[in-house]
């Protein structure tokens, strides 16, 4: 799972950059960098420092009230591997009561992945197989009986985890007032027990654009709303299909309103583990977008397109460490 890139060292890309508005932010970096020597097993690797250090310092200047955060969920926000294993998504931790169903989506899972990753079938096919599979699975769940309580034991027996540092990253963000849109292919529904369960408190800043269940009064799914969100499609309405999490918590907030305010945040820091989540922020108008990409996987087929794709990729399943530290940096009032 250990991969090294021979010849790029933090050191050496930040010690030629003299601005000092730069500094800080280089050399967190730049400690970043010893301390993942020292630890030996994730790497970060920046494409192009010159364009990173001018958005840097772009989004420094508009000041943190123009600035959000857009995330993917799963092995993003979420580790690769988890106890030794593959961590789990929003999708893959479910179990309904009936085993049988669970049964039923594994074999979806097992005919419909491959396809998923097919270099030999096209976008509009692609998407059509995405919109059967997430539509089949959609409609197990309702007619095995899903409940609200499952999402709960789901969860718990789940093997998923946040990376290190979510928190810390959560906590900052909602500090200077930027929100966090999480936008996900996975259910949003499980995601904020995810949220519940492993952060142990709520961030009024964050907020989930992602598949919703509909209950019964006897807390049984009926159906889903909203557009079914699959992952050929995640760079559609995104703004427009956000439900904050606090809603579900009774405070009423209206989610137009934040979505107003939303789009007049023109600066974006993006986060995602696919070239595909690239696409999260095409619903927005935005002046500057720095990228993090976090290449968990397949990382010697992958890493020069990633390199190429997105202004920062994190290697091996790194914690989010240097993402606070970044976020520090493009907040900071210093010069
Ligand atoms: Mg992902």
Same mark, same amino acid.
Not at 75 to 82: C, H
């Given at each position: 799972m250990s991969y090294r890139v021979n010849g790029f060292t933090g050191i050496t890309l930040f010690s030629t950059c003299r601005k000092p508005q730069f500094r800080r932010y280089f050399s967190c970096c730049k400690q970043l960098e010893m301390e993942e020597r020292a630890n030996s097993d994730s790497e970060l690797i920046i494409g192009d420092r010159d364009s990173l250090a001018n958005k840097i310092a772009s989004i420094r200047s508009a000041g943190p009230q123009k600035l959000q955060v857009i995330a993917d969920f799963d092995? $993003?926000? $979420?580790?690769?591997?988890?106890n030794g294993t593959r961590g789990q998504s929003s999708h893959g931790l479910v179990q309904q009561d009936n085993p049988e169903y669970d049964a039923k989506r594994q074999e979806l899972y097992d005919y419909y992945h491959p396809l998923e990753f097919s270099p030999d079938i096209g976008l509009e096919e692609k998407t059509k197989l995405m919109e059967e599979w997430w539509g089949k699975v959609h409609a197990l769940l309702i007619e095995g009986g899903f409940t609200k309580e499952s999402i709960i034991q789901s969860v718990a027996n789940g093997n998923i985890a946040f990376r290190e540092g979510v928190f810390e990253l959560f906590e900052l963000l909602e500090e200077k007032g930027i929100p966090v849109l999480i936008f996900s292919a996975g259910l949003g529904d499980i995601i904020e027990e995810v949220l519940r369960q492993k952060l142990h408190r709520t961030f009024t800043n964050v907020r989930i654009v992602s598949n919703r269940m509909v209950f019964n009064d006897g807390g049984r799914l009926v159906s889903f709303k909203g557009k079914l969100i699959h992952s050929q499609n995640k760079n559609e309405h995104a703004l427009d299909m956000a439900t904050p999490v606090h809603i579900h918590l009774g405070d009423g907030d209206d989610p137009n309103e934040d979505n107003a305010s939303i789009k007049k945040r023109t600066n974006v820091l993006l986060l995602g583990d696919h070239i595909g989540d690239l696409g999260m922020s095409d619903g927005l108008n935005y002046d500057t977008r720095i990228s993090v990409g976090f290449l968990n996987h397949n990382i010697e087929n992958s890493l020069s397109y990633y390199r190429g794709s997105f202004d920062v990729v994190l290697l091996n399943d790194a914690p989010m460490t240097e993402v606070v530290k970044l976020v520090s940096s493009m907040c900071s009032k210093e010069e």
């Open positions: 092995a $993003t926000l $979420t580790k690769f591997w988890v």
